[in-house]
């Protein structure tokens, strides 16, 4: 699938008035008294994204918006590293993960601890905390893998083993850090000396990168082959770095290459666009990772499914604090670092609902400001809850399912993705029946790409994609807005006011 999020920076948006569905909360903020949230939503636009005959339908208040209508590649390039600088710069944490057996499970198909951390960073960290994905794999095989796995859309996607950095939902490359690359590289030499050498066999060319050539290599011959290789590229006035991973994975690089040298570069820029993040969490199962525990000043979690020569690398630096050597697999063992170095929440909202802790609305309240406001992380538990229904996996009961119709008012509106609008209420209703319907077939939802605004006081607009995906058959996407207003006696103290979904297309 091709990447993309709500809009290509390069592109520009399509403008259109409020739809009818959407003048009912503005009504009911009015009649609520409430005329300043009603004025601000009065004063919006609407954002309509075509994808190939679907699209999304994104209020966006004018003094919310911004200038999506970046010029030419160049300018896409550096507004997406501001951005990522911006969001850096206010920012908590950062956390860079290898995919292969560190955030993906490619053992477990329910993907459950995936989905664990997918939950808990749309709930508590994705308001104030940037995803870094930093990987072996190429674009291509980048693609490949989002498709078969749940995986979060990154604000920053490293590949290729350190040698190509690419920003935001476009997906525009960083054009600085290819040119930094060329210095002492020739690609045509590595594979000009490489083919000389028997034992050692090219990878596919999906593989294959402008900076990156790599191949197959036993164990048993790593060491020798190394050597001999690494002598005629020298020999040849290259200058390259090798990098052995996984007892089979040989890849040559530029010598500035590198998981670690492309994160310091990263860190580099953020900081000259804005400012370095708070904490920085870097996560790996590889020799190829090493490299990203050497970055200074960050944090390193080493899954507990770790590769051997990534295990010996902790054995002879495990006097650092900051590097956790984990007991758990993958995500969980990522999730695990954020509870041992305090950086935050470590509880997801699915592990809440399967160990039935499940907060429940009271049957009464009216309308003030609670203590403690998430719209957005009444978005996460909502849709994990009702992908729990689905599946079978809560109890089907007046109380349990309260959790859905008691944060909802009782004249709120919905648009579904095929257009029809309905009473929000009465649609949830009619799903109860569902209960169980998805048990056994593998499916899944996760919230992605979550951003909430206060519109005003005790008034929120959230906005984000859902993804479902049955076992074995391509995911399905969707693009969602909702507006909330306050009301105490709920779980994340608000309720829903309107919410409207449209689908996605295939990437």
Known sequence: MLLNAVTSLSSPPWLFPPTPAACKPIARLQASGNLQAASLICDSVFLTVPQGGAGQEIMIPHRL??????????????????????????SHLMIVSDLDFTMVDRDDHSHAAQ???????????????????????????????????????????????????????????DTGWKRALDDGWNRDIVVEEAVKIPNLYFQEEIDQGPHKVSFKLEKKDATDIQRLLLRKLHERGLKVKLIYSGGVDLDVLPYKAGKGESLS?????????????????????????????????????????????????????????????????????????????????????????ESRFIPLPATSGNYSFAPHVSARKEVVEFNVFFEKWLKGEVQNNDDTYQRLTGVVEKDATMVSHSGKESSFIESLLAARSRHGAMQEKGFVMWVDNIMEHKLAEGVYLVTWQLWEQLAGEERKGYFATAIFVAKEGTPNGVVWLHFHETARAND
């Open 65 to 90: 918006r911004r200038d999506l209508n970046y010029g030419s590649q160049e300018e896409a390039v550096d507004a997406g590293s501001r951005d990522v600088a911006n969001a850096a710069g206010n």
């Open 115 to 173: 989905l664990n951390f997918n939950c808990l960073w749309a709930a508590e960290y994705a308001h104030n905390s940037v995803l870094v994905y930093s990987t072996g794999r190429s674009l291509e095989r980048y693609l490949q893998l989002r498709a078969e796995a749940p995986l979060l859309t990154p604000a920053v996607l490293i590949l290729s083993v350190g040698t190509e950095i690419r920003f935001g939902p476009s997906l525009e490359c």
């Open 265 to 353: 570069y990263l860190l580099q820029k953020v900081k000259r666009e804005g400012s370095a993040p708070n904490n920085v969490l870097v996560c790996g199962d590889s020799g190829n990772d090493t490299e990203l525990f050497t970055v200074e000043g960050v944090k390193g979690v080493i899954v507990s499914n770790a590769h051997e020569e990534l295990t010996q690398w902790y054995e002879s630096h495990k006097s650092s604090d900051n590097v956790l050597l984990a007991k758990k697999r993958c995500a969980g063992g990522i999730i695990e670092a954020l509870e041992h170095f305090n950086l935050g929440p470590c509880l997801s909202p699915r592990e809440q609902i």
